[in-house]
């Protein structure tokens, strides 16, 4: 079968990919310095100590004076097993301080998912079907500017106005609440709002492009000429052929706000998800944990595009998979 | 079939088309497309629109079920539907008719149907739209469908999407889709012209065969005087929005009297030398000339061809008419006649044309 087989195949090249990825990451870390034996020998050095020697001793303990494809496979190794070494920024292993990480992150991710996913191509199709009324430039204009304003800017504004002036929701993050409280949606209403405002932009404006090409198409008089009613066929008919050049928009789109932005969101909410442990993880020089978190980013990237490819097949049969 | 509106009278005829003007606001200026036809189809009858491109046929058809766009376009007069004027229905009314009363097929089934679904799917869409038929009954009447419409292995074909159907398969799908609620009158605009010579005689063979069958009335619209010949009990000649001459099908071929139909005529392949076209274009719509609109580009037009109205359609044989102005009182008749294209047995050549090129 055409689609099994591409499936495999395509597994097969996102692991290729993340090998391609963790090789990389080996060799940069490999020329970089390592702070642990920088420290070893600031160390010896201050109390009278051969720092050479101490380097050379630090490296022994951390296994860095093997041959270097011993090291290799052996990090390789420790990758696909999750054995992602010891945090010293966090006090724990990396694997447990990325999962506590990603607990907060999808706590805003999966609604401002769902809810670009559901607004922008609705508000999309909405915006085409009344072109150029001031309907469609109210939600072209809304576009523009979720598009336009830094999303980090726009948290702090929101920061201002909702949760200091109006008090209506909490200044400071309390990661304590219960995930399905209502405290909880007040102090996330905040970041998911920013997040929605900036992600659905492109996919509005796109949606809106493509579903003006198809409510003009021969089969949405076809339909018309069957007796569909103009929401069924706005439905059925304009919808789905949408969704094909639009689900590339989505993955990209997404992908993008999750690496980028939400670092941002993260540090002006004060949310302790992936993203602002990525961002200390750097700041304070905590190299497996870095490594940790661009693991996790590259395999929602992977993840993300072989998702996207997969869904073409659905939503599009005419883009076929038998000869590849 | 059933239908929720219950003021059809049986008694009247299927289709009374009067006064239809159809007219678009465009930058430009108001854009005339339809100026003012009148005709009818009766029930089992084959009515074709003949004219060249922009003449404002494919627009009077489709403004009977209010096809067009509303705004820009406007659709003014009266049209019945067994004595149910349907400009007086509602928009949810209206589509209680269409698909259902009146079905469409278009000229370019490459583009007709949606290229995310199966055939099938669609074809179920525009029967369950009208009627509360259970999947498992929609997909074996479709299925049926197919397989009449001349689908070879329909029960397998019906899970095909529409880009696995060549161009004649695809125009046959359609034809199943508009036959699938058992329609009074198929709305036919083109169906043949995107298609192989070979494939459109099949087409309107099968055309012919299920009018038979359902007993339904065609208004088909074309250009090809030979698909004419083969197809139209009764032909209407349009130009530039208006209606220049009617009749019974024998009559226009053998005695075609406005000038405009004797050009169209002349077009034909196997007619006389002239074939480079009727010299000239079509009027502005935006601003149609004073008088009779093929009076430009006339070979017969005298001043008063040029001045007020479109002239009014003369009777000159039993269900014949006219729209020129010398066959009106005081006029000479036998200046536009043309003796050489009525001396030809235009009918019999045309046809066996299309003939030869079966099966």
Redesign the interface.
Known sequence: MGLGKYITARVAWAGIVSLVIVTIAFILMHFAPNPAIQQAATDAALQGNDPQEAIERAEELRGLDRPIHVQYLDFLQNVYTLNWGWSEYRSQPVPQALLEGLYYSAQYSVPWTILTLLIGPLVGVYSAINMYSWKDHLATGFAFFGFAIPNFFFGIILLLVFAIWLGWVPVIYNPDVAVFSLENIRQLILPVFVLVTGSIGGIMRVSRNESAEFLNADFMKTAKAKGVSPMRAYAYHVMRPTMVPLSTTVVGQLLAIFLGSSVLVEVVFGIPGLGRLTFNALINQDTNLVLGSLLVFTFIGVVGNLIEDLVFTILDPRISYDDR | MSSNLPDFDEDAPLLEVEDLSTTFRTDAGTLLAVDGIDFTVRKGETVCIVGESGSGKTVATESI?R?IKEPPGQVDGTIRNKGLNLMELSEKEL??????NI??I?Q?PQ????????VGWQIV??LR??QDVPKKEARARAIDLLDRVGIANASARFND?P?EFSGGQKQRA?IA?ALVAEPDLLIADEPTTALDVTVQAQILRLLNELQEEYGMSILFVTHDLGVVAEIADRVIVMYSGKVMERGDVFQIFEQPAHPYTQALMRCLPDKGVDTGGIPGQLPDPLDPPDGCRFAPRCEHAIEDCTIGEQPAEMEIDSDHEVSCVFYQHGYDESVVRDRELEDDTAIEDSSTEVGATDD
């Open positions: 079920t096809l589509r209680s008719i269409r698909g259902n079905a469409h278009f370019n583009e007709a149907m949606n290229h995310c679904y199966t869409e525009a739209v009208h999407y880009h359609m889709m």
